[in-house]
């Protein structure tokens, strides 16, 4: 049976909290359902690594992670140290180092828990954002002059390519035509960004014509922000840039219940580098230490790294798991108005695989 190499970056504040026990949940499915093996490889790069060091990816650090099959991540961000080094120091670039431009984020509504919206049924909201990962908004080109100055300058400049728009949203109508409601929507501005959001619109409407079995339709990103609100569930598959994926995906989380519910995956479709599976959630420092992170947004993030390595029974017997815990109600995290500790999640799922 085959070995996979997974690196495992915990990284800061929660993300060592919520990743360890989303390892042993994946251990104990394995040991269950079998499927293949994995072997983790476990990474101490962190803001306290970055403190002891200077950096926060050893030098050779890049050719290391391309050896594994998959990576697993926590969350990197500290509070006393810069954005510059934990987030563009390593989570930005590894999404554009390793092309991961598919990043798969899915919202679904469990039975058990509440959302802030009213009278919304268990998986009436089931939704999947693709995110484009690699480009648009934020790539990191644009510059500042006279820093600090009052004639200060700052240029921000989003780039968005026929390439970079084409295969994202290629990826997203082949996941609309696998789902039951077989619908996509395109996120836009194209009023008023009207030279990459044409750009991506024009896209758009020429690869919808190779796939005449999807619904497919375009939102202007101010009207889907209501639309989330408003009837999130008259979304299946959705489509959208850098930015306008993160923020949706935010809002998607939320109305199904929790940030930590929320899981995701950085895919490199061609498999020519390894894909990263990390939760939607940053390192909390406001809660971090407490051992009460939800952990099942890491949980469900490794479901999505065992489908990516074909490891189906095994992914689908955590999703089973988790919605148990949920439907029972009876071991939930604060977030989602429980008592329950990281770890009393986490065994509650363990058993009930
Ligand atoms: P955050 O996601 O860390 O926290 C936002 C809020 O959600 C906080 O109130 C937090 O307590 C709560 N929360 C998050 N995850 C939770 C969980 N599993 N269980 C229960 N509650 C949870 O976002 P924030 O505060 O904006 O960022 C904190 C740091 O994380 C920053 O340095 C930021 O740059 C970084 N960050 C890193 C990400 C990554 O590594 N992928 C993603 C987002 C933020
Ligand atoms: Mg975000």
Known sequence: MATSRIAVIAGDGIGPE????????????????????????????????????????????????????????????????????????????????????????????????????????????????????????????????????????????????????????????????????????????????????????????????EYPDVQAGSLLVDAAAMDFVRKPEVFDVVVASNLFGDILTDLSAMVTGSVGLASSANINPERTFPSMFEPVHGSAPDIAGKGIANPLAAILSTALMLDHLTMTAAADAIRAAVAAVLKEGKVMSPDLGGTASTTQVAEAVMAAI
């Open 18 to 209: 919520v990743i360890e026990p989303a390892i042993q949940v994946v251990d104990a499915v394995i040991r269950k359902f079998g499927g293949g093996t994995l072997e983790w490889n476990r990474l101490p790069w962190s803001s306290a690594y970055y403190k002891q060091t200077g950096h926060i990816v050893p030098s050779d650090g890049w050719e290391t992670l391309a050896k594994h099959d998959a990576i697993l991540l926590g969350a990197v961000g500290s509070p006393d140290v810069p954005e510059t080094v934990t987030v563009h120091g390593l989570l930005l670039p590894m999404r554009r180092k390793f092309d991961q431009y598919v990043n798969l984020r899915p919202a679904y509504l469990y039975d058990g828990v509440p959302s802030p919206l009213k009278n919304k049924a268990p998986g009436s909201i089931d939704m999947i954002v693709y995110r484009e990962n690699t480009e648009g908004e934020y790539a990191p080109v644009g510059g500042r002059l006279y820093e600090g100055t009052a004639a200060d300058i700052a240029i921000q400049t989003a780039v968005f390519t026929r390439r970079g728009c084409e295969r994202i949203i290629r990826a997203a109508f082949e996941a609309a035509r696998k789902r039951p409601r077989k619908k996509l929507t395109s996120i836009t501005k194209s009023n008023a960004l009207p030279f990459g959001m044409v750009l991506w619109d024009d896209v758009f409407n020429s690869v919808k014509k």
